[in-house]
């Protein structure tokens, strides 16, 4: 052992004797000299040092340069800025007065990035002498397969679109075996506050630089966002790609701020993840076999996205359910607690962000607490004019149909909507969508309005249009008229307690409103039930959500359904909650002991007084006030 151990140690120490002395026999301009032209055969840019230059051969074999630049010769500015650009050299060839770089190492490049308006870029020299160099047989072949990047920050400018990005702490590793044409990169650096983890690996490096089709595996990771993608890619006359996309974020509304797109007013965008086969050609992306989720919902179809100076979405997704609730959430009609109209402003701003072109269908769809059947519908967002479009919905036992459009005036929202609801449950209708609980039966409701408004509030107060109700076979609830009347024409002033009760059944019911500026006007209303009929006229104002009405309440009789007692009324005050009540004179006529007694007073005052007693019994006295001077003193009026 000891007879072998002697020969090793002498060749170890014949070996440091070696590099001692080559390490004073390198000439090292000529090294220098050597670094700086293999560094400018492979990236094609000139190696300009302003600073020292440390130049070590053992116990480590390197060349460091300090403040260097690297800039094309035709290019403005330097396209690359290093403080300290470290050749570590193999150690082999160096013994043998051979310079061959191992690797690179740049610490805190700065690194600039200009697109220019045709496509091209100050890096585009770079690239085109690399596949020289990386070609087999060529002349400068590569002699070092990877670079390290260490606390490095890339600004991007694209002066066609005049827009721009900074990457910070860049710290990166980029390898292309010689033994292999793959190519990898990973590392990690920040963009927008966000810490990104980022990879990608290619699979033929010389075809990728030349443009053609290589094999392309990518993954970006971030708290905001992660993005996988795995397919092939080319760059010929533009890029185009087609592979796996894969994109998955906590919330979609923050990933959207991240990226500097204008996420939607409201509420959700929550949950999102996507996967599909994605084609990529220039700006614009074609998704196929989609499988999306977003805030629960689960859909499947296609979509294409381009950003060709404007983004555009379009989609065709068919799902199971869908849940819209989330995204209206955050609009209310009616100020919160009060029975007013919100009179919050519009938000307005993502009218303009994009366009949009989609279709969905769902067999069960949810809007806040409507539940509807299958249903196929449309939503285009054009030049900040929205357009929802309702081909067929199964909702409140019945079929719906219609269209919704919103366009911007500045801050002010033009609304137009059209719906027609085909024998539809009128509790859970009427309910939901106008907030009027007395109302059951079967029939068919059709809208047509308009209005212009920055508010729920200014758009009451502009609504025009016209409102058409049929329903049979139905109540409403409230009162029952036949009963009311009946008592009545026994004993008309019995009083009006229990007018507000009960319930008044009905075979046929019509009602035909006109809108206009705010004004609600009752062309046609007629309830006709099994033994009494109901006709109204008037106004209700829909920004005060009051009515002022009048009608005729009829007892029917016969088969003809002619009239044996009429009654007119009153409706006044607020939509939830309204008084009614009968005129008080038709009763006082019809009391045998009154209406002579009214007949024979001939003074208005005295006329007034005695009126307002006889409706304190028949439950009247709010309708008309009495006389200041004949209230003072009720007992003497009595």
């Known amino acids: 052992m000891r007879r072998l151990g002697t020969p090793i140690v002498a060749l170890l120490a014949l070996a440091l004797l070696a590099l001692t002395a ?19 055969s492979v990236t094609g840019l000139d190696l300009v040092v302003n600073g020292p230059i440390d130049i070590s051969v053992f116990p480590g074999s390197y060349v460091s340069f300090h403040d260097v630049g690297l800039k094309d010769g035709g290019s403005s500015g330097p396209a690359l800025q290093v403080d300290v650009l470290t050749a570590n050299l193999r150690l082999l060839p160096l013994l043998l007065q051979r310079f ?20 091209e870029s100050n890096w585009t020299p770079f690239i085109q002498s690399i596949a020289r160099a990386m070609k087999p047989g060529a002349e400068n072949q590569v002699s070092f397969s990877e670079i390290r990047v260490q606390d490095g920050v890339l600004n991007y400018e694209d002066a066609g679109n005049h827009a721009s990005e900074k990457l910070d702490d860049i710290d990166l590793s980029l390898a292309w075996p010689s033994i292999s044409r793959s190519f990898a990169a990973t590392g990690q650096f920040d963009w927008r506050g966000e810490r990104v983890d980022g990879s990608i690996g290619i699979g033929d490096f010389v075809a990728a630089l030349s443009g053609d089709r290589s094999g392309v595996k990518a993954r970006l990771s971030s708290a905001p966002l992660k993005l996988a993608f795995d397919g092939t890619a080319a760059n010929r006359t533009s890029a185009m790609m087609e592979g796996t996309l894969t994109i998955d974020s906590p919330s979609l509304r923050n990933a959207l701020q991240w990226t500097g797109q204008v996420p939607p007013a409201g509420g959700g965008f929550g949950r999102f993840a996507l996967k599909a086969r994605a084609n990529v050609v220039g700006g614009s992306i074609a998704l196929t076999n989609v499988n999306v989720e977003l805030d629960g919902n689960v859909a499947e179809g296609v979509m294409t996205y381009s950003d060709n100076g404007r ?48 279709r969905l269908s769902a ?6 607490p409507s539940k509807l059947g299958h249903t196929a519908f449309g939503a285009n967002l054009r030049g900040g004019a929205l357009a929802l479009s309702v081909g067929e919905a199964q909702v409140y036992g019945g079929i719906a149909r219609g269209s919704f459009a919103v366009s911007r005036a500045d801050t002010v929202a033009d609304v137009r909507a059209q719906f027609q ?8 209708c009427v309910g939901e969508l106008f907030g009027i609980n007395k109302l059951s039966g079967h029939g068919n409701l059709n809208v047509s309005l308009t209005a212009s408004g920055s508010s729920p509030f200014g758009l009451a107060q502009s609504l025009d249009g016209t409102a058409t109700l049929t329903g049979h076979d139905g109540a409403i609830s409230g009162f029952n008229v036949e009963q009311l009347l009946k008592r009545l024409e026994r004993r008309p002033l019995s009083g009006g307690g229990n007018f507000r009760s009960g319930t008044t059944p009905y075979d046929n019911l019509t009602v035909s409103v006109k809108f206009s500026d705010g004004t609600a006007t009752a062309e046609d209303v007629r309830i006709e039930g099994p033994g009494s009929r109901v006709t109204l006229s008037g106004t209700a104002s829909v920004p005060a959500r009051e009515y ?82 004949a209230s003072a003193d009720p007992g003497k009026t009595n």
Request: glycine fraction near 6%; avoid cysteine.
């Open 548 to 629: 002022d009405l009048k009608g005729v309440a009829s007892l029917t009789s016969g088969a003809g359904g002619a009239s044996a007692f009429d009654l007119p009324f009153v409706v006044q005050g607020p939509w939830d909650d309204p008084l009614i009540f009968p005129d008080p004179e038709s009763l006082i006529r019809r009391a045998p002991a009154a209406a002579p007694l009214l007949d024979a007073v001939k003074d208005h005052k005295t006329r007034d007084a005695v009126r307002s007693v006889i409706e304190r019994f028949t439950g009247g006295q709010k309708a008309a006030a009495p006389d200041a001077s």
């Open 22 to 40: 080559s390490s004073w026999l390198i000439n090292r301009d000529t090294l220098r000299q050597a670094v700086e032209m293999q560094i400018r």
């Open 363 to 368: 067999a069960r769809v949810t809007v806040g």
């Open 100 to 119: 061959e770089i191992a690797d690179l190492m740049l610490l805190r490049p700065h690194i600039h990035v200009l697109r220019f308006a045709d496509g």
């Open 421 to 428: 609801f085909t024998d539809v449950d009128l509790q859970s």
């Open 311 to 358: 983004q555009t979405l379009q989609a065709t997704l068919a799902a199971d359910a869908l849940d819209f609730t989330p995204y209206i959430s955050t609009f209310r009609l009616l100020a919160s607690g009060a029975r007013d109209w919100n009179r919050q402003l519009f938000d307005l701003n993502a009218l303009s962000a994009t366009d949009l072109d989609m």
